[in-house]
Structures are given as structure tokens and as C-alpha cells.
């Protein structure tokens, strides 16, 4: 089956950067639909919680919704960030987002590779500071497990919701591949279509928690990332399409 249509499962970018060009240089169409949207806690909320913001010295950060969430609360809860704060983030794309909020340094500021176990070596050689996780409603098994083994005193905290969007206008079928991000993607997939049938459609996922939860959802995957081969999702997809359509 060729690959003519895609769907990229999140809102589409600015038309200057988008990463999914080459797609669309190999005359195949590229549409967009946002399965997801995030929702932040309250300052309400993440007082019931019970955690004081100001007993911890680093903050974990794996994306920048928790990147924006941290200092959205942090200033609803009229918690200071002091300056001696510490920031392990988990790519350079969040370092770099981060400085949205924080002047950049090299102490302050500890970065990993692409995967969250990339961390580890970090952590390891700061294992004497109390780190905070800012995260959705659940943390990871995965991260959770990864955590435990670096042995380091930590604590997550949820400070946003993600939510299925309504997708009933959507004409899932048409398409020759379907690209997803989170697990929350493939959730909203199920609960909009319940009765969906993958078929021929091929099955695009970014990180393994989103590998899994598509697996666990009878899906079939072909197409993974990050990895080696192909550092990004548009990489990938780019590459896969080549094949498929026989195109060098």
C-alpha cells in the first residue's frame, strides 16, 4: 500500500518550522489533528497534594508542559524559585525551553540524552539533593523504575491533566499513516473510536510508553522513534514512505 495521506497527532506547526516538509516533498499529504490537550491543576489542587515546594533543591523536567507548569503554580502558590535551583532535563529542546524561565548555567542546568534513563548517570553524581518531578496524572512505570534504581530522594507532583478531544469530525480511516506522541494520544484514540480498525494503516509511535500503549491496544506499530537509525519522528516517517513507495 502506498502511503499518500498522513496524520500527524498534534496541533500543526508554524508553516516555517515545520519539521515534516520532506513529507510533503514526496507529494504526500500531511494533515494535522490534536488528540490531546493539557489541562493545568489549580493552585487548589496541588496544595491538596501536600508538597512543599520550597523542601526541594533540583527539579526533573521531561517536557515543556512541565516545564510551563512548575513556575505557572510556582507563582500561584507564591513560591519563590530560588536561584541555587537545579534543573535536570531530560533532552536539550527542554534546556533550551527552559530558558524561557531562567537564565542559563552550566551548574544549574544538567541535561540528558533523549531518553529519560539518560538521566541516571546525573542523578548519580548528585544523589545528596531532593529532587521534585512535576508530571500529568501518573508517572511512567518505566521512569518510575528508573527513579528507584538511581536511588536518589524524589518526589513527583501532578500538575496537569491531559484530556481526550472530542474527534468525531475526523475521518480516521483515510489515512495511509497515523503518527503518535503519548500514550494519552493512543487513549484518546480508543475512546473516540471504539470500534476502529487498523487494517492496512500503518502505526507510527514516538517513545516507548507510546510503543506500549498502542501494543496494548491491539495496534499494530511499524514505525518507532527516537532511535538510532532515526533521531526524530520526521526522519522516520520520511524514511518509511521512501520504502513503501519505492522511492529513493
Known amino acids: 500500500m502506498k502511503i499518500k495521506q498522513v496524520l500527524i497527532s498534534q496541533q500543526e506547526p508554524k508553516a516555517d518550522s515545520s519539521p515534516y516538509h520532506e513529507l510533503e516533498r514526496q507529494n504526500i499529504k500531511v494533515n494535522y489533528a490534536a488528540f490531546i490537550e493539557v489541562e493545568g491543576q489549580s493552585a487548589r489542587e496541588v496544595r491538596n497534594q501536600k508538597i512543599d515546594f520550597a523542601k ?18 510556582a ?18 529542546a527542554i534546556a533550551f525551553y527552559l530558558q524561557k ?47 528507584n534504581d538511581s536511588e536518589i530522594d ?4 501532578c500538575l496537569y491533566k491531559t484530556k481526550s478531544i472530542n474527534l468525531s469530525q475526523l475521518m480516521i480511516t483515510k489515512y495511509d499513516l497515523i503518527a503518535f506522541y503519548s500514550p494519552a494520544g493512543i487513549l484518546s484514540l480508543v475512546e473516540n473510536f471504539p470500534d476502529y480498525q487498523q487494517n492496512e494503516t500503518a502505526i507510527a509511535t514516538f517513545g516507548k510508553a507510546t510503543t506500549d ?20 519522528m520526521a526522519s522516520a516517517l520520511s ?5 513503501v513507495n519505492g522511492k529513493k
Open 75 to 92: 507563582e500561584e502558590l507564591r513560591f519563590p524559585v530560588p536561584d541555587a535551583m537545579k534543573y535536570f532535563c531530560q533532552s536539550e
Open 239 to 243: 524514511k518509511y514512505a521512501k520504502l
Open 56 to 73: 526541594f533543591s533540583a527539579v526533573i523536567l521531561t517536557s515543556k508542559n512541565s516545564v510551563d507548569h512548575f513556575f505557572r503554580v
Open 101 to 147: 524561565y531562567i537564565v542559563y548555567r552550566k551548574r544549574k542546568i544538567h541535561i540528558g540524552g533523549k531518553e529519560f534513563s539518560d538521566l541516571m548517570p546525573l542523578f548519580n553524581k548528585q544523589k545528596e539533593l531532593k529532587y521534585l518531578i512535576p508530571c500529568g496524572e501518573t508517572l511512567s512505570e518505566e521512569n518510575t523504575n528508573i527513579l
Open 154 to 157: 524524589w518526589t513527583k507532583v
Open 213 to 232: 500503549a498502542a501494543k496494548k491496544a491491539g495496534l499494530r506499530v511499524e514505525i518507532e522513534a527516537p532511535n538510532k537509525e532515526n533521531p526524530s
